[in-house]
Structure formats: C-alpha cells, structure tokens
C-alpha cells in the first residue's frame, strides 16, 4: 500500500481520467481528481462515482474529487494529465505556474496538436521546459473496462526510466501491468495515428465491406502509422507493441471504440455532427484526421488510408468513392 506516498494529481474527469484514477488508487496511492466542470464534480462526490462517464464503479476512500485546481496540486509530485489533445495546452499553462519544482508530469492525451502539427510531449516542452520528467501513458484500454478493474496491459514511456518505472510499479496490480518504454515519439504517434484508423474500419464494417477488408485496413494502416512514426524519430518496433498493434486492433474491432462508432455512424448515413451528437464524446479520430494529415504533408510520408479518411470526413467523398481510389492506386511490392 502507498498511502504514506505522496497523492497524485489526476486532471480531466473523463471517463479515462476517472478509470486510471480508480486503478493508481487500487494501488493504495491517494488520487485527487480534478475536471473542468465544477457542477459534475459535485454530482460526483454525491453520488461517490462517476454517473455520468463511468457509472458503477464507485470511488474507494482515498479517491479524492477536488474542484480547486491549486488544491489539488498542492503538495503534489506526479501529476496526470487526461484531456481531449485540443485542450491539452491550455491545461498545461494553467497548471504551469502551480508546479513544485520537482513536480512530474504525464499525460493520457492522444493526438497531435492541430495547429502545430506537435506531439504532446512537444507541447509540454514548450510550455514547462526540459528540466521536467514526462511521461505518456498509452496502449489498448478502454476506460470502462479499467474502471470495472478488468485485465489489461498498457506502456508508458518516459523521458527518464525511473519515472516510468514508478508509475508501472505504482499501477500495476492483479488485473494490470505496464509495460516502460524510451520511445515517447513512437507511443504518442500510435496514440494518434490509431484513431483515425478506427474511423476507417467502422466505416468498412458499417457499409458490409467484411472481413478482408477490415484485416487488409488494419495492417496497412499499421505501415502507415510506422512509416509517420519513423520520419518522426521514432523506432520502427515500436509499432509492433501494445501502443502500436494493440491499440490499433482494439479500437478498430470493438465497438466501445468511439473512433470506430463513428466510421459506423457515417456508414449508416449520419454527417459528422450527428454521429457526434449521438455519440456524445469526444470523437478524438476526427480532429486527429487533420491533423495526421498535415504532419503528414509536412513530412512527405505517403498515408493513403488516412487521406481517405480525411477526404470522406472533411471534403465530402463517399466511403465507395475512397475505396476506389485506394484499389486503383498503382501496384507495389510489400
């Protein structure tokens, strides 16, 4: 048990933040939890869960739900952050001038930014500076099944391998182990590049393209995601881990997937809006679909499965017409 420990600081009431707030505090660790908005917080410590995200899984004692930012960081060495990618920056300069200076940041955003075109950890640096730890927790999990203490594996990577070590050790337990790794731009593009792909396959399996398909999708939207991830600095194997393969392959196939909800939304008839509406989260694969794209340009990295995406959500082609164009693209060695 780590109650003597320090608490960490988990920001963003989300249904991640307020799983992976329920498996550090599985743990023994104090957690506070922190969000946005003031009112569900208050619904939150009445009721002592999360209805609105994560309903059922009740908050143990040392689940602390705090609405005073300076509060909740006050004292603090390890904070985590669990925010949509568009809202990442704008947590991190708030909190920036209420860090200790050994305080340690990570963070369970996925996404480029889209205007920058930066990976988290870019976004970070820029605004905390070097000097910190950082950490990025990614990999095939779904919060509900997180929150209900399911089995499940994930990989954190870090800018210092002790920090990473003590947040797996921190995490791990009967029904979780994590896995560390050095490769931060390779688990924050598979984090990215993933949702897009989700997109794809629940389009493919929304207008009855079967099976085939789907798998041919998924391994060649993998070559996509490596061949982005390696201009970036990344290492090619970590595509092949749970970051990379293992994210992708859940969100693709399992329909807790919001990414993939929609592509089966738009299959059905459904703009953008609709699906988002209905849906009603935040759908990160459609922001991240511009955002894949122009870092892609950028780089000159050919991802003609995520182009397609973004032509069908974004310039209005049929998901027929993209399958065409991607069958009729000019043969190639694998």
């Known amino acids: 048990m780590q109650r003597n420990k320090p608490p960490i600081a988990v920001l963003g009431a989300g249904s991640w933040g307020t799983a992976l707030a329920l498996q550090f505090a599985r743990s023994g660790r104090v957690v506070r939890l922190w969000g946005r908005d003031s009112a569900q917080l208050a619904d939150m410590t009445a009721a002592g869960c999360n209805d609105r995200y994560l309903p059922g899984a009740k908050f143990p004692d040392n689940v602390q739900v705090i609405p005073d930012l300076e509060a909740c960081l006050a004292g603090v060495r390890d904070i985590l952050i669990s925010v949509p990618s568009h809202g990442l920056r704008?947590?991190?300069?708030?909190?920036?001038?209420?860090?200790?200076?050994?305080?340690?940041?990570?963070?369970?955003?996925?996404?480029?930014?889209?205007?920058?075109?930066?990976?988290?950890?870019?976004?970070?640096?820029?605004?905390?500076?070097?000097?910190?730890?950082?950490?990025?927790?990614?990999?095939?999990t779904f919060a509900k099944e997180v929150g209900t203490g399911l089995p499940t594996a994930m990989t954190i990577a870090a800018n210092d391998p002790s920090f990473a070590g003590e947040l797996a050790t921190t995490l791990s337990g009967n029904n979780f182990r994590a896995y560390t790794s050095d490769d931060m731009i390779g688990v924050e593009v598979g984090g990215a590049v993933k949702n897009v792909l989700a997109i794809g396959a629940g389009l493919s399996d929304g207008l009855g393209f079967g099976a085939n398909t789907?798998?041919?999708?998924?391994?060649?939207?993998?070559?996509?995601?490596?061949?982005?991830?390696?201009?970036?600095?990344?290492?090619?194997?970590?595509?092949?881990?749970?970051?990379?393969?293992?994210?992708?392959?859940?969100?693709?196939?399992?329909?807790?997937?919001?990414?993939?909800?929609?592509?089966?939304?738009?299959?059905?008839?459904?703009?953008?809006?609709?699906?988002?509406?209905?849906?009603?989260?935040?759908?990160?694969?459609?922001?991240?679909?511009?955002?894949?794209?122009k870092v892609a340009d950028e780089n000159d990295v050919v991802m003609p499965i995520c182009k397609e995406i973004y032509r069908i959500l974004y310039e209005g082609v049929s998901p027929k017409e993209a399958v065409g164009t991607l069958m009729s693209r000019g043969l190639k060695p694998e």
């Open 90 to 140: 704008e947590t991190l300069a708030r909190i920036a001038p209420l860090l200790d200076e050994e305080a340690r940041v990570c963070w369970a955003t996925k996404g480029f930014e889209l205007d920058t075109g930066k990976l988290p950890h870019q976004v970070a640096l820029e605004i905390l500076g070097s000097k910190r730890h950082f950490a990025v927790l990614s990999g095939p």
């Open 214 to 293: 789907r798998i041919a999708m998924i391994n060649r939207g993998l070559v996509e995601m490596t061949r982005l991830g390696v201009a970036l600095g990344a290492r090619a194997d970590t595509f092949m881990g749970l970051a990379g393969m293992g994210d992708l392959v859940l969100t693709c196939t399992d329909d807790l997937s919001r990414n993939r909800r929609m592509g089966l939304a738009l299959a059905s008839g459904k703009t953008v809006s609709e699906a988002q509406e209905e849906i009603q989260q935040v759908v990160e694969g459609v922001l991240a679909a511009k955002a894949v794209k």
